[in-house]
């Protein structure tokens, strides 16, 4: 499998500007606790892609979905996703009930992740493309939203109120399922649209 990994300085390049962006979504952050929970898989996928980087490089479309991923996770952590100015702007607009901004991260929760797994299934398992990676995939994606949902939970209980601006459900009773919906919309739309470009970064024959 000859992958399609960015070049040394377009890898370098996006390292420093997530760790930059990274920073700069701390300073003023509106809740350092919901920061820092809302950009922990930075913390924790950044150093490991280094880490790994010579032995098992990622495709090149995978490395920028991360990194707008984490720009997504970096914004919303330093407004709290219920004040991102983006979502408030969309709900005043649109003349919403509430600020949707979370919506989009639980999307996205679905559509990049979709693209990690599918590319490890096929580098690391005898998986060929087919239905059942797309099966395989999705159930992932959807099993990783629930575990982020239990994550949710936990904080609540360890912090109480103050972890009100990471759960964000906005006095939404059906907050946690429109999460895991909207994950699994994500990653459904990801395999409808992606598997062609990845699998040409992947040095798969179509």
Known sequence: MQITSPGPNTARGLVIF??????????????????????????????LIIWR?????????LCFALAIHALV????????????????????AFELSRNHY????????GFVPAILVRELLLRTSPLQRGKWLAVL????????????????????????GAADAFLATQGDVW??????????CGAILSLAIMPKWHDKQLGLKN
Do not use: N
Not at 177 to 182: G, K, R, S, V
């Open 137 to 160: 995939t999705t159930c992932a994606c959807l099993a990783f939203s629930a575990f982020f949902e239990m994550i949710e939970w936990w904080a609540a209980l360890a912090w109480g």
């Open 53 to 61: 980087w010579k032995k098992f490089p990622l495709s090149k479309l």
């Open 18 to 47: 997530v760790c930059l962006a990274l920073a700069a979504s701390a300073i003023g952050a509106f809740d350092t606790l919901t920061w820092f929970l809302e950009v922990v898989w930075v913390f924790i996928g950044l150093p």
């Open 102 to 109: 979370d919506r989009l991260g639980h999307f996205m929760q």
């Open 175 to 184: 907050d946690t399922q429109w999460d895991m919906f909207l994950a699994l």
């Open 73 to 92: 996770l970096m914004y919303g952590g330093h407004y709290t996703y219920a004040e991102t100015p983006l979502g408030l702007w969309v709900k005043e």
